[in-house]
T-cell receptor, first 114, second 112 residues
Framework: AQSVTQLDSQVPVFEEAPVELRCNYS??????LFWYVQYPNQGLQLLLK??????LVESINGFEAEFNKSQTSFHLRKPSVHISDTAEYFC????????????FGKGTKLSVKP | NAGVTQTPKFQVLKTGQSMTLQCAQD?????MYWYRQDPGMGLRLIYY???????DKGEVPNGYNVSRLNKREFSLRLESAAPSQTSVYFC???????????FGSGTRLTVV
């Protein structure tokens, strides 16, 4: 069965510092991988996704994630964070078959301090 | 704007009361989902509907029922609310396997 592990429940970081939010998954078949962001009191928004092809995927606001099949990881990175990046981030995986529902990790709260 | 609409946004129930959470999407998506979000637990799937006319249990279905009324609407019913059902409920829809979910803004439910 699939599972998603987000290794850090909270990550505090200073503004303009780099950040990495870690995500590992377990699956025996090919997968699709997603990162979602949830700002306070809002729903989840898709940040980026990996389906196939290039293992490095980017979002429009400077985040990137790299799919590593051998380590079954999909870590999210940003070289320089802003106060506005403060949010909870969820990693999710679905198996690459006809009806693979998304399985979510428990989330990582990113807190950016001035 | 196109998207997923949930009503109500907030609700307080007494133990034993019933209520229905409404969800509608206007993106012509086939699949719809209900999740609950609790602190430290992430999102857990309650029920889903892969297509109009079908529904299936997710990870935590006990105490809930669903209805896929038509392609647009997918409701979640609590027949006899319990304090353990205090949570934030999210509805989502999806165009297909290669697309992520589109989420509604959530319903914050408190059962006292």
């Amino acid at each position: 069965a699939q599972s998603v592990t987000q290794l850090d429940s909270q990550v505090p970081v200073f503004e303009e510092a780099p950040v990495e939010l870690r995500c590992n998954y377990s699956s025996s078949v090919s997968v699709y991988l997603f990162w979602y962001v949830q700002y306070p009191n809002q729903g989840l928004q898709l940040l980026l996704k990996y389906l196939s092809g290039s293992t490095l995927v980017e979002s429009i606001n400077g985040f990137e994630a790299e799919f590593n099949k051998s380590q079954t990881s999909f870590h999210l990175r940003k070289p320089s964070v802003h106060i506005s990046d403060t949010a909870e981030y969820f990693c999710a995986v679905s198996e690459g078959r006809s009806q693979g529902n998304l399985i979510f990790g428990k989330g990582t709260k990113l807190s950016v301090k001035p | 704007n196109a998207g997923v609409t949930q009503t109500p946004k907030f609700q307080v129930l007494k133990t034993g009361q019933s209520m229905t959470l409404q969800c509608a999407q206007d993106m012509n998506h086939n699949s719809m989902y209900w999740y609950r979000q609790d602190p430290g637990m992430g999102l857990r799937l309650i029920y889903y509907s892969a297509s109009e006319g079908t529904t299936d249990k997710g990870e935590v279905p006990n105490g809930y029922n669903v209805s896929r009324l038509n392609k647009r609407e997918f409701s979640l019913r609590l027949e006899s609310a319990a304090p353990s059902q205090t949570s934030v409920y999210f509805c989502a829809s999806r165009e297909g396997q290669r697309y992520g979910y589109t989420f509604g803004s959530g319903t914050r439910l408190t059962v006292v």
